[in-house]
């Protein structure tokens, strides 16, 4: 299996523009989750999915962000527009209930 | 709603040192605990986790933690760390139905060769 696949590792946009962050979860995972990690706060959940549903999305910082799961192997993390504040890694894991976690290698999101 | 604290933000050793980075959580139910590691530049990976029985659990590198319910701890530990060993190290925790995972803050571990 070949983990849980993020695209792209790093993304440089400017300040205003869209950016969306990608995730292949593993196959037969039913959970999904984003999560952003910075110095200053680090590892936050911003959202999680089971069976490509939305769960909990109370971590979402506000409306700029907003994340879906159109299929069991694809989900997206959208920020827009994009500020400065928004750099950061961002990673997605995957889980089948109850067992541990899987962690993707991150996004590293810069904002200028 | 659940919490996690680790002692210790830094902690600097010499190769063949013992460690023990601290953890306790906060939830009044049952939990699951973890430990992952996060190497320079990288994601974070599975070390242990305890979910039931024996709470003494054995994980990759040498690593083992105890599970103590009274104290609500997690504690990580490897007898003898090896310079490899430097990194980040989370603890973490969810309820019994295992999907929120609330990390601590981490632990970051240098060690000296």
């Known amino acids: 299996d070949a983990g849980v696949i993020q695209s792209p590792r790093h993304e440089v946009t400017e300040m205003g523009q869209e950016v969306t962050l990608r995730c292949k979860p593993i196959?037969?995972?039913?959970?999904l989750f984003w999560y952003r990690q910075t110095m200053m706060r680090g590892l936050e959940l911003l959202i999680y999915?089971?069976?490509?549903?939305?769960?909990?999305d109370s971590g979402m910082p506000e409306d700029r962000f907003s994340a879906k799961m159109p299929n069991a192997s694809f989900s997206t993390l959208k920020i827009q527009p994009s500020e400065p504040r928004d750099s950061a890694v961002y990673f997605c894991?995957?889980?089948?209930?109850?067992?541990?976690?899987?962690f993707g290698s991150g996004t590293r999101l810069t904002v200028v | 709603a659940q919490s996690v604290s680790q002692h210790n933000h830094h902690v600097i050793l010499s190769e063949a040192a013992s460690l023990e980075l601290g953890c306790n959580y906060s939830?009044?139910?049952?939990?699951?605990l973890f430990w992952y590691v996060q190497y320079p530049g990288q994601h974070l990976q599975l070390l242990l986790k305890?979910?039931?029985?024996?709470?003494l659990v054995k994980g990759i590198k040498g690593f083992e933690a105890e599970f103590i319910k009274s104290k609500f701890s997690f504690n990580l530990r490897k007898p003898s760390v090896q310079w490899s060993d430097t990194a980040e190290y989370f603890c973490?925790?969810?309820?019994?139905?295992?999907?929120?995972?609330?990390f601590g803050a981490g632990t970051i571990l240098r060690v000296k060769s």
């Open positions: 196959s037969g995972h039913d959970y």
């Open positions: 305890y979910f039931s029985g024996d709470p």
């Open positions: 894991a995957s889980q089948m209930g109850g067992s541990g976690y899987t």
């Open positions: 999915f089971n069976n490509n549903v939305p769960i909990d």
């Open positions: 973490a925790v969810t309820g019994e139905y295992g999907n929120k995972l609330v």
């Open positions: 939830y009044g139910g049952t939990v699951n």
